[in-house]
């Protein structure tokens, strides 16, 4: 009996811990609380504005002033922020009165940070814009240390890739610096008097023009492919149209030509659970890792990648979701819809009542319809 009685508790608290590994955000009327997987309510409605869970904390508003709720549904940051920012990479961005902060999810003060912030962190690197004229752009890490002193104008947000380096404006150049700040790449800002915007990175390449001919540098600065197109488009999604003589071609990040009925399916999104979201024309569909249709392809008002084995989809209007053999699993029947998330979405009901379904289509819990 004992060994059973451990047993038990142990499957109980698994199932706890599981129901409350996610908070799901609920509205009735203008106050918004949360429910748990099951559909209970852990927080009743009593919030002005809520955020999605992100690193175990979730951004709340009471009134004009922000702070954060774990998982439990208990404050753990009280509501002191007049901006507060979702945690990413382990920080939070606040905004107090006039001083942008970093925070750690226990609400312990990192740093402060001496200039206005934009955006959030990117490969550790977080934008930052000192005051004054001329509007300068830099870069802190982590813990609020300048990395990158203010001296770009502008600077774009470093990409997610590392593979990709960032740009911004010094003097009459555009430069290419890595996360240290080192500057690997400078072009010139103006081509025969006429200022030129900066292309960015994308797939490891930089589409970089010189003399009468296109081609794509890496980050280390080197030409990945050589200079050999009369023009030539950014890469994206792994390929890259450009034009070799007078006939326009498909190259991959190494330069070779991609057989055209290999690419006749274009994906459109990146691969999720195993198949990727797949255009061809007007029609959409599921393809895997060797560009194989999962079912045909179909004419949608909307698609979408597959999460928790279902993907939305929107036909005549109305939203439902398909299992990985392209049949309706749960048919399409709701006004609005997101997709699948921690095991539950969230939809519209016909009569204007907000909701959330199981993966089965089963309704877990909904708000009174709409008046």
């Not at 009735?28 to 175990?56: H, Y």
Request: glycine share 10%; net charge positive; hydrophobic share 40%.
């Amino acid at each position: 009996m004992k060994a059973a009685y451990v047993l038990l508790t142990v499957a109980t608290l698994t199932a706890q811990t599981r129901m409350n590994d996610h908070l799901f955000p609920i509205r009735e009327g203008s106050k918004f609380g949360f429910i748990n997987r099951t559909g209970s309510v852990v927080v009743p409605p009593q919030f002005d504005a809520v955020g999605e869970p992100s690193e175990g904390r979730i951004r709340i508003t009471l009134g004009s002033l922000s702070g954060y709720v774990d998982l439990a549904g208990k404050l753990v940051i009280p509501a002191k922020y007049n901006v507060a920012n979702d945690f990413h990479e382990g920080r939070a961005i606040v905004l107090e009165s006039t001083q942008y902060a970093l925070l750690d999810p226990a609400g312990a003060l990192i740093a402060d940070i001496p200039h206005r912030v934009l955006g959030t962190f990117h490969q550790g690197r977080l934008r930052v814009q000192a005051a004054g004229r001329p509007t300068l752009y830099g870069f802190v890490d982590s813990n609020g240390q300048s990395v990158i002193p203010p001296q770009f104008m502008p600077a774009g947000e470093f990409p997610d890739d590392p593979a990709d380096l960032n740009f911004g404006g010094l003097k009459d150049e555009w430069c290419y610096f890595d996360r240290t700040g080192k500057i690997i790449l400078r072009l010139p800002m103006k081509v025969g008097g006429q200022l030129v915007g900066a292309n960015s990175f994308s797939n490891g390449r930089l589409r970089v023009k010189e003399g009468f001919t296109w081609g794509f540098k890496d980050a280390s600065g080197a030409w990945a492919i050589p200079p050999k197109f009369n023009d030539a488009q950014n890469f994206q999604d792994g390929f890259a149209q450009v034009q070799d003589g007078a006939k326009w071609i498909t190259i991959d990040p190494q330069g070779k030509i991609v057989d055209p009925d290999k690419r006749k399916l274009k994906p459109i999104a990146p691969p999720s659970e195993g198949l990727s979201l797949a255009r061809e024309e007007d029609l959409l569909g599921w393809v895997d890792s060797r560009n194989k249709l999962a079912f045909p392809l179909r004419k949608y008002d909307e698609a979408y990648s597959y999460q928790t084995g279902l993907a939305r989809f929107k036909l005549d209007g109305t939203y439902g979701f398909l299992d990985k053999s392209g049949n309706p699993k749960i048919p399409n029947q709701f006004s609005g819809a997101a997709d699948f998330n921690h095991g539950l979405a969230a939809v519209q009901l016909p009569d204007g009542a907000s909701a959330y379904i199981d993966p089965q289509g089963k309704i877990v819990w909904r708000s009174a319809p709409r008046r």
